[in-house]
Each structure stands twice: as C-alpha cells, then as structure tokens.
C-alpha cells in the first residue's frame, strides 16, 4: 500500500494553481475586443427641427460643436428625454425605418443617424398632440436631410421602428480641449462601437491615472494642475464596459481650444 505524501501533494496543488494563474494571464493578455451587437426593433416616433442645411443642428446637448467639420454630417438626430439618459447617450447610433404611414417612403429599409442633441419636454403641450418628446415617450427628432431620407417631410410627424447599431467611425477617438493648466474639459468625438461613454480618467507625465467627472453631454472634466505635460487617456464604453487607453493623446505643449487624434477606439 502506498503511503499518502502530503508534502507532494501540496507541491502538486501549487503547481496546478500557478499554472491556471499563468493561463488567466494569458487569456486576459490575448482577449478579443469587445463588439457592440445591434438591438432589436422596437416602435417610437419621429419627427425633424431645422432645414434641409441642417445649420440648426449644429452645436447641441452633446458639445460636438460644428457637426459638418467633426464628422457627424447631417445624419443626427435630437433624443427624447428618456433616450438621451443625462447626456450619456450622447454619440450613440440608431437605425430608424418609417412604417405605417403613407408619408413613407417605399423601398427605403432604413436611415442611420447619430444622437448629437436634446429633445427637452414641451410640457406646455400635449405628449400625444406636439409634446413629442415628454417623458416617457421614445422620440427622434431628427435633421431634415435626414428625416427626408426616410418619409416626405410634409408629414410632420411618422411612426418608425428603430434600433441601436454599432457606429462605424473611420479612425480613433477625437479630444477637443478647453480649460487650463487647472481645470481641464475634455470634449470626446468619434466615438465608435456603443458611440457612448461611461467614464474616462486622465493621466499626466509627472501623475498617475486621475478619475474625471462628467460635466454634461459627451464632455468630461478634471480639476488637476496638468499643464506641462503631456496627457493620455483611459476610457470605458457605457453600453459595452470595454475599457481602452489612448496613451500620449496631446503633447506638454498642449493648448485649449485643439483638437487631438488618436489611432484607438471601440468596435
């Protein structure tokens, strides 16, 4: 009969142990990017603001400043209250398809558009007769151009079926910047995947990684002596909770009021 050796044993249990931390590691190192998956269809309204220039869309709830020279175009749209969710849906994409109206255009499958602007409540009016956009209904108002990709813009007013989508952005992620040596405010463009953002932190040369607050729209801030040095950034999408780093975004001499690349993004 063989004897039991504890002390094998243990040897044993600790090599098994640090081999499945080493395989952890591993898989952790060599993870897939995490994909945003469309949603399912679901019903809602739609109307459209401005015109066929779009010039009323520019600026917005979301702080994408000129949407022509930022890459946004005249594909956007304002988000009802309970879409827009405090400005964390700011940059998220949608398809919008008109059914069952004969405003419709046919053999249109759909539009796809980007949330750039705010519905607010018109709670002088009616949510069923011009309060479009009262809580808790779901409702696009969207740029004319876009709109009248869809339905005749004579109508006013059309029942669609929408649905998140990925949002498709050629290259990484945008930085505009405002503030000072202080404060800084960040404004964050061409988001791609969820298009949104959960939460961002800073970093600079000389500091470790610093938690920056959301201001409002798709903007974040911090209050941290950081001017002199050079900045990078670690982001985290709010519908996929993937998290990336966009390392040296903007140089020691970086000046408010300019805009810096990066060659990162989500997917």
Known sequence: MTSFDPWSFNFFSMT????????????????????FRPSPWSLAHATFYGDETASETLGGACGYGNLFSNGYGTDTAALSTTLFNNGFACGTCYQIKCVESTWCYPGVPFTTVTATNLCPPNWAQDSNYGGWCNPPRVHFDMSKPA???????????????????????????????QGNGYWLLIYVMNVGGGGDIAQMWV????????????NWGATYQAFATLGGQSLSFKITSYTSKETIIAWDVAPANWNEGSTYTTDVNFH
């Not at 990709?149 to 505009?176: D, E, H, T």
């Not at 970093?203 to 959301?214: L, Q, Y």
């Open 16 to 35: 098994l142990a640090t081999l499945a931390i080493i395989v952890s590691k591993s898989l952790v190192t060599v993870a897939l990017p995490i994909e």
């Open 147 to 177: 709109f009248m990709k869809i339905a005749q813009w004579k109508a006013g007013i059309v029942p669609v079926m929408y649905r998140r989508v990925p949002c498709v952005r050629p290259g990484g992620l945008r930085f505009y910047f």
């Open 203 to 214: 970093k600079g040369s000389k500091t470790g990684w610093i938690s920056m607050s959301h």
